[in-house]
């Protein structure tokens, strides 16, 4: 049993110190950061369990929620939501608009006496250090988001992109980096050459797969659209007539209602300019689609959206000239 404060960051240097390993300076080409944590090997000897924590400081930030500690003392601001409340609205001023608690845990390590009133210096102190150590470890600026912020990929190639056009088939993109219509209105326009004597079947576009996702596609000559809702219901939208051979132009439209996350909206389908089906979607998937499957152009791979009208991979049958996915906000 040892006492001095240490965080889950000292994990990798105390293994490293305890195996006689150096880390490397450069991996693949890439030079490396300094690892930031702090051996706890010094506390093994039990001469020394009793030394003073080697780690001096250490920061938190959560969803907004920022704390410091520093030689012993703690600061840490008040949480503003429950831990399961994922859609309350963030603070408006996540730097001056929350309350710091202050605690002494050399004498206090539960954190039960807040001393913020008693000394206020100190309190300053603290936050000043935090400030400090959040600029330096490149935490600025405080994102006070919740759902938005897990969901988010870090970094994104499809951040702030709004048009996405696919000229051929493209099979298992990583969510993070596909498209994401999830909350929002969007277009799907396809252009397709279905050759003579051929059925027009197969997936023009899809995301997700049996437990969550939404697929666009030709069944026997008709174009579909399907959003699956947790593999807890499907929502089916059908043309109402089917394509011949040919070249055509096959649009998915989705009006997104608003007004939060997993609301419904319109969805419409048109071949040629010309409407074929509308339907209304009472829900959607509100946060993200399961991350073990992916996003395909001309084919599905993984798991089926709608296992009741087609089997994986479902290659598109017919010529894919260019798709193309526009996103609303």
């Known amino acids: 049993m040892r006492e001095q404060f240490h965080h889950v960051i000292d994990v990798v240097p105390t ?7 150096q880390p490397p300076d450069i991996v693949n080409g890439v030079p490396q950061k300094p690892i930031e944590g702090v051996s706890m090997a010094y506390t093994f000897d039990a001469a020394k369990a009793k030394m003073p924590s080697k ?11 920022q704390a410091i500690y520093r030689d012993g003392w703690i600061a840490g601001t008040v949480p503003f939501k429950a831990p399961w409340d994922g859609t309350a609205p963030p603070p408006k001023d996540v730097v001056n608009g929350l309350t710091w608690e202050l605690y002494d845990t050399t004498a206090d390590w539960t954190q ?32 006070a988001s919740a759902i938005s912020r897990l969901v988010t990929p870090r970094p994104s190639v499809t951040a702030g ?3 996405f056009t696919y000229s051929a088939p493209i099979l298992g993109t990583p969510q993070a980096t596909a498209p994401n219509v999830l909350n929002r209105s969007f277009t799907i326009t396809a252009k397709v050459n279905v050759p003579d004597g051929k059925a ?14 939404w697929a666009f596609y030709l069944h026997q000559g ?8 947790a593999d807890l219901m499907r929502f089916r939208i059908e043309s109402s007539v089917p394509i011949r051979s040919g070249k055509h132009t096959l649009v998915f439209d989705f009006k997104y209602d608003g007004g ?13 300019d010309a409407e074929t089906a509308s339907q209304k979607l009472p829900h959607t ?23 009741s009208d087609y089997q994986t991979p479902f290659s598109l049958t017919a010529t894919l000239e260019s798709i193309t996915i526009q996103l609303g906000n």
């Open 15 to 21: 293994i490293l110190e305890a195996a006689g390993v």
């Open 55 to 65: 780690r001096g400081t250490q920061y938190f930030e959560m969803m907004g929620l």
């Open 112 to 143: 039960t006496n807040n001393l913020a009133e008693k000394f206020p210096y100190k309190l300053t102190e603290m936050k000043n250090a935090f400030w400090a150590e959040a600029e330096r470890n490149e935490v600025l600026p405080i994102d």
């Open 161 to 163: 992109r709004k048009e």
């Open 200 to 213: 027009a079947e197969g997936m023009l576009m899809t995301a997700g797969g049996r437990f969550g996702g």
């Open 222 to 229: 008709k174009p579909v659209f399907v959003h699956n809702l």
């Open 260 to 272: 939060g996350f997993g609301k419904g909206g319109l969805g419409t389908i048109k071949i040629d």
């Open 285 to 307: 998937t509100p946060i993200a689609l399961e991350a073990s499957e992916t996003f395909d152009v001309g084919a599905d791979t993984g798991t089926g959206v709608n296992d």
